[in-house]
């Protein structure tokens, strides 16, 4: 992060003032912001210790991915039975879309650079914070309006449970996503678990 700001501060200037407006808001304790590169670094460096979905973070931490996947030194891992699934409902004239709260930048390298190759001609749409929080009904309401489908004829995946709540709440059929590695789930879940996207007709 520090060094990438250091070659990098003049072409982020727009995350920059998006920094500068959320560090005012802030309601509990952050570094102080300056001019500095080193501040912004402290102040992002802070913001991912705190697990925020912060729209000019994950900007940044997609610019930082892009070197790495094109230098060849990322490649994402990708489970087997996503790229069948993507096979499946692209045969099946479904459309494929991402909903993450890393940015749509990071989405589409993590796709491009895989360990299947590129996946990208599978996916149709890409929405991120932008859109809203994910644990809002109206981000999800927000996504069926751009895709011009009704709600009850989309379908979302996810292993957090206050998403496909806010999933459900908007009209989605919704899918618990159990993968080894996740965090575990200790609340009553009424969304439809599954181990692997093959479960998913």
Known sequence: MREFLAQN???IQTQILQLKEEHTRETTNPPKLD?????FADYLLWLMDEDRKSTPLKSVQGKIWQTGYESGELESEVF?????????WKAAERQIA????????AQKLLFKYTNYGDLTS???NYFDTKTGAKSD???YRKIASALLFPSDTLAFVSDIAEELDAAEEAGFQTFLAIRQGNKPINNQINHQP????????
Not at 98 to 105: D, N
Not at 194 to 201: A, K, P, T, V
């Open 122 to 124: 599978f996916i149709s």
């Open 9 to 11: 501060f003049a072409e």
């Open 137 to 139: 009904a109206e981000s």
């Open 98 to 105: 991402i909903y993450s709260s890393g940015s749509v930048l």
């Open 194 to 201: 599954i181990h692997s996207f093959d479960e998913i007709l």
């Open 80 to 88: 087997a039975d996503v790229v069948r699934a993507f096979e499946r």
């Open 35 to 39: 001019e500095t590169t080193e501040s």
